[in-house]
Structure formats: structure tokens, C-alpha cells
């Protein structure tokens, strides 16, 4: 009844628009997000454990629906849900998937230390896309007063190849500095993350709306030129 819904919702145009963005994903119906919402709210409300234990996936959208429904299990034991997130890490093959999962995963909040612990493997993994997990709920529930040091010192222990990881770091450091912009500016001046990423994280700042004009000219001279990573 569920893959009968998705398809009934399908719109061409939008499957088209989101085919744009996500090079490789071939098994998309076009569902849009709020739709998926309502979708997963639906199950969780029903019969929530037999949808996600015992339904396989076809569609891009079924994958993002089971990533929906757990993150709106907040009401079971920690330890429940975890063991459901580290089920799900693995269909994770792509950005949109990724960032959508970690957005909805607000039991965080409520767990920080137990999370942060169950975190740490998929820092160092060698998996593009458990990286990017790891990294984006950093970036979501982590980038603070208590946990940032810790942040940018396990960002700077990331050297995974993949561009989405790479992405992710950059975008997680850039968050950190419109945040801390101090903290951040120091670390930036002294780090181990490779010539791209660190490059990335500089635009990234340059990008954001909340940097000021002088701060942004400080910034991009701080750029590494390109004979470094040549040498490397």
C-alpha cells in the first residue's frame, strides 16, 4: 500500500528536478518531502516496526521514508533506536538521504554523550557515506560551547578521498566559524585537513551571509596554493 502511495504521488517534473541533483540515483519515483513526511508520520502512527524491519526498498523514496520514521521514534529506548540507525547508516548512498536522515535524528539532543560515542566508528570509517553521517551530525547537534574543540579535532583526523565526505567537512568547519568565529580562525591557521578540504572550507565562510566583508577578505588570503597540494 505504501509503494502504491509513493507512486500515486509521484510528479515527473519534480523527479526530474531531484534526478539533477543526485548523479547516480537512478530509482527515483519524484515524491516530494513534505509528502514523505506525512507519509512516515502515518506509520509511526500505525504499524511502524513491521514497515521498517520487514519492507525492502525499491525506491530512492522508501529509503528516505524508513530514515523519516526513525528519526520520529523518539519516544522508544536510545539503545533501540541506535541499533535502527546502524542498520539504515548502510543504505545511505547519497547526499540528500544522508542530510535528510541526520536533520530528523532530534533524539539526539536528548542523548548527546551516548550518540557522540556511537559516532565515533563512522568518523574513521573507510566508507564515503558513514563519514558524511558522521560529519553532518556533527554539524547538526555538535558545532557548541561543549562539544566544538572536540568537533574540529575529530574533523581533522578525516582524510577519506570521497568528495561528499570532503563536502561535509568543509561545510562543518564553516558552520563552526560563523558560529566561533575565533576558535574556528585559530584552528583554521593551524591544521592537518588536506589542501581541498581546506579550501572548500574557506569558500564555504566567504559564502555565508552571516560573515562580514572584512572578515571574508581575511579569509580568502588565507587560501593555499595549489604547488602545495602538487607537492603532496
Same mark, same amino acid.
Given at each position: 500500500?505504501?509503494?502504491?502511495?509513493?507512486?500515486?504521488?509521484?510528479?515527473?517534473?519534480?523527479?526530474?528536478?531531484?534526478?539533477?541533483?543526485?548523479?547516480?540515483?537512478?530509482?527515483?519515483?519524484?515524491?516530494?518531502?513534505?509528502?514523505?513526511?506525512?507519509?512516515?508520520?502515518?506509520?509511526?502512527?500505525?504499524?511502524?516496526?513491521?514497515?521498517?524491519?520487514?519492507?525492502?526498498?525499491?525506491?530512492?523514496?522508501?529509503?528516505?521514508?524508513?530514515?523519516?520514521?526513525?528519526?520520529?521514534?523518539?519516544?522508544?529506548?536510545?539503545?533501540?533506536?541506535?541499533?535502527?540507525?546502524?542498520?539504515?547508516?548502510?543504505?545511505?548512498?547519497?547526499?540528500?538521504?544522508?542530510?535528510?536522515?541526520?536533520?530528523? =535524528? &532530534?533524539?539526539? %539532543?536528548?542523548?548527546?554523550?551516548?550518540?557522540?560515542?556511537? #559516532?565515533?566508528?563512522?568518523?574513521? +570509517?573507510? !566508507?564515503?557515506?558513514?563519514?558524511?553521517?558522521?560529519?553532518?551530525?556533527?554539524?547538526?547537534?555538535?558545532?557548541?560551547?561543549?562539544?566544538?574543540?572536540?568537533?574540529?579535532?575529530?574533523?581533522?583526523?578525516?582524510?577519506?578521498?570521497?568528495?561528499?565526505?570532503?563536502?561535509?567537512?568543509?561545510?562543518?568547519?564553516?558552520?563552526?566559524?560563523?558560529?566561533?568565529?575565533?576558535?574556528?580562525?585559530?584552528? =583554521? &591557521?593551524?591544521? %592537518?585537513?588536506?589542501?581541498?578540504?581546506?579550501?572548500?572550507? #574557506?569558500?564555504?565562510?566567504?559564502? +555565508?551571509? !552571516?560573515?562580514?566583508?572584512?572578515?571574508?577578505?581575511?579569509?580568502?588570503?588565507?587560501?593555499?596554493?595549489?604547488?602545495?597540494?602538487?607537492?603532496?
Amino acid at each position: 500500500m505504501i509503494r502504491e502511495q509513493l507512486v500515486e504521488l509521484a510528479e515527473e517534473n519534480y523527479k526530474v528536478f531531484s534526478s539533477n541533483l543526485l548523479p547516480g540515483i537512478d530509482n527515483l519515483v519524484g515524491v516530494r518531502i513534505p509528502n514523505l513526511r506525512k507519509i512516515a508520520k502515518q506509520i509511526v502512527k500505525l504499524d511502524w516496526k513491521s514497515y521498517i524491519e520487514n519492507n525492502d526498498e525499491i525506491y530512492f523514496e522508501e529509503v528516505m521514508l524508513k530514515g523519516m520514521i526513525i528519526g520520529y521514534l523518539e519516544n522508544q529506548d536510545i539503545e533501540d533506536i541506535l541499533k535502527y540507525i546502524s542498520d539504515f547508516v548502510p543504505k545511505i548512498n547519497n547526499w540528500s538521504v544522508c542530510d535528510s536522515f541526520c536533520v530528523g =535524528l &532530534k533524539i539526539t %539532543n536528548k542523548n548527546r554523550e551516548r550518540v557522540w560515542e556511537f #559516532l565515533k566508528p563512522y568518523i574513521c +570509517s573507510d !566508507k564515503e557515506f558513514e563519514v558524511r553521517f558522521a560529519v553532518v551530525m556533527m554539524i547538526n547537534y555538535y558545532i557548541n560551547e561543549d562539544y566544538l574543540k572536540l568537533v574540529l579535532k575529530e574533523l581533522d583526523n578525516i582524510s577519506h578521498d570521497g568528495y561528499y565526505a570532503k563536502m561535509a567537512v568543509a561545510w562543518a568547519i564553516s558552520i563552526s566559524f560563523v558560529k566561533f568565529e575565533e576558535l574556528t580562525l585559530e584552528y =583554521l &591557521k593551524n591544521n %592537518n585537513i588536506d589542501d581541498y578540504t581546506y579550501n572548500k572550507s #574557506l569558500q564555504k565562510i566567504c559564502e +555565508s551571509l !552571516k560573515v562580514k566583508k572584512d572578515t571574508k577578505d581575511i579569509i580568502r588570503s588565507m587560501k593555499r596554493k595549489r604547488i602545495r597540494l602538487l607537492k603532496a
